[in-house]
């Protein structure tokens, strides 16, 4: 089964407007963290937003907030006011467990976000 | 914030060679990096735990004599791909997280290597 679930492979949106990226995941571990990453088409790793499975209120980093749903086991990105630098592809992330530093992530298949002027 | 560096960034060589990544943790220390692989358009796939001072943890069905990796200090780790064939073509990316970082830190990510092998 995938961990991590992006069922939306690509997405467009009009400038200044928000847009939803959804994620889903899959985990048995009480503990674990959620990421959301942007990647522009040069190819580097940015870091947008950090989820904890124990924080109790939704993370949010300037434009980016995280919808998270741990019932339902969703971490959806909201971009808020959408710019063109934003189009690039997005990947939700989870590592599962405690935090020791020696987890690699599992990541979704991805998302690329077009942002149209 | 922490940096990653990789190098090179681009590799072009031909089937039969071998080629070696570098990845370094600039300002900090990192006991366990982790080096990826993503095919065009895809995902990005774990290949390998690199730990310091012992051996690489190997993702299934990923090949330790074909991608060896060496983490021989705390700042260091290389993938060597070894007698490159042109299906080794991809983009490699490490990370990293510092030892004793808070938990809402994420991994630190290299900028990546296009590796194309003619």
């Known amino acids: 089964a995938q961990k991590i679930t992006q069922t939306q492979p690509g997405m467009f949106v009009q400038e200044k407007e928000a847009v939803t990226l959804d994620c889903t995941y899959d985990t048995s571990d009480p503990s674990y963290g959620l990421f959301w990453y942007k990647q522009p088409s040069s190819g580097e790793m940015i870091f947008l937003i950090y989820q904890g499975s124990y924080d109790q209120q939704n993370a949010t980093e300037g434009r980016y907030s995280l919808n998270f749903q741990k019932a339902r086991k969703s971490a959806n990105l909201v971009i808020s006011a959408s710019q063109l630098g934003d189009s690039a592809m997005y990947f939700c992330a989870m590592r599962e467990g405690r935090d020791t530093g020696r987890r690699a992530l599992t990541f979704g298949s991805g998302t690329r976000l077009q942002v149209q002027p | 914030g922490a940096v990653v560096s990789q190098h090179p960034s681009w590799v072009i060589c031909k089937s039969g060679t071998s080629v070696k990544i570098e990845c370094r943790s600039l300002d900090f220390q990192a006991t366990t990096m982790f080096w990826y692989r993503q095919f065009p358009k895809q995902s990005l796939m774990l290949m390998a735990t690199?730990?310091?001072?012992?051996?690489?943890?190997?993702e299934q069905g990923v090949e330790k004599d074909k991608f060896l990796i060496n983490h021989a200090s705390l700042t260091l780790s290389t993938l060597t791909v070894t007698s490159a064939h042109p299906e080794d073509s991809s983009f490699y990316i490490c990370s990293a997280r510092a030892s004793g970082e808070g938990r809402n830190q994420p991994q630190h990510f290299g900028d990546g290597t296009r590796l194309s092998i003619l």
């Open positions: 690199s730990n310091e001072g012992s051996k690489a943890t190997y």
